[in-house]
Antibody
Framework: EVQLVESGGGLVQPGESLRLSCAAS????????MSWVRQAPGKGLEWVAN????????YYVDSVKGRFTISRDNAKNSLYLQMNSLRAEDTAVYYC??????????????WGQGTLVTVSS | QTVVTQEPSFSVSPGGTVTLTCGLSSGSVSTSNYPSWYQQTPGQAPRTLIDTTNTRSSGVPDRFSGSILGNKAALTITGAQADDESDYYCVLYVGSGIWVFGGGTKLTVL
């Protein structure tokens, strides 16, 4: 069974850092792009970052560029999101998702259960 | 700043058909935007429904279908059921490695 399990969320103060992890199982992790998507309380989904299979390409939403870093360890089947200089507006549930793709199509599939990050003083 | 637009809310009768749409502030949606659709109920993670080629994710019933209608991506639910009452999100590729989700449509089945 394909499974993604996020961890590392919690309550932090503005300006602090946090590192999220996503443990993958049930598929060959190194064969897929991976993604982080977040959802602020009561709001919609927001794409945060993507990373290529071999980590040679990384892309970010403008609001996190320079503060967040996506990375992966294919030997450990794990995806990470290092979040620095956290702001109140980063408060959200953070989901990791695998990116499936083929000729002319992409989809985020599946998703983990999410981990809550709260930034508050 | 590219905005992906969705109807904020929609209503459908049980057994009815509803089409939700997904547009781009900067122009028309095409297959090069690789639209895909997701369903989410409160407190749950998103569930993948369908992609650009109308391929459904595992376990998704065939009453969900995707298409490009005019200048928008569309998700059609045929024979709506009570448990289809959810939030629905589309996501589009807007170039340079960037993806943008729509604001979501809250679907009511009544």
């Amino acid at each position: 069974e394909v499974q993604l399990v996020e961890s590392g969320g919690g309550l932090v103060q503005p300006g602090e850092s946090l590192r999220l992890s996503c443990a993958a199982s049930g598929f060959t992790f190194s064969d897929y792009w991976m993604s982080w998507v977040r959802q602020a309380p009561g709001k919609g989904l927001e794409w945060v970052a993507n990373i290529k299979k071999d980590a040679s390409e990384k892309y970010y939403v403008d609001s996190v560029k320079g503060r967040f870093t996506i990375s992966r360890d294919n030997a450990k089947n794990s995806l990470y999101l290092q979040m620095n200089s956290l702001r109140a507006e980063d408060t959200a549930v953070y989901y990791c998702a695998r990116i499936l793709s083929g000729r002319g199509w992409y989809r985020f599939d599946p998703w983990g259960q999410g981990t809550l990050v709260t930034v508050s003083s | 700043q590219t905005v992906v637009t969705q109807e904020p809310s929609f209503s459908v009768s049980p057994g009815g058909t509803v089409t939700l749409t997904c547009g781009l502030s900067s122009g028309s949606v095409s297959t090069s935007n690789y639209p895909s659709w997701y369903q989410q109920t409160p407190g749950q993670a998103p569930r993948t429904l369908i992609d650009t080629t109308n391929t459904r994710s595992s376990g998704v019933p065939d009453r969900f279908s995707g298409s490009i209608l005019g200048n928008k991506a569309a998700l059609t639910i045929t024979g709506a059921q009570a448990d289809d009452e959810s939030d629905y999100y589309c996501v589009l590729y807007v170039g340079s490695g960037i993806w943008v989700f729509g604001g979501g449509t809250k679907l009511t089945v009544l």
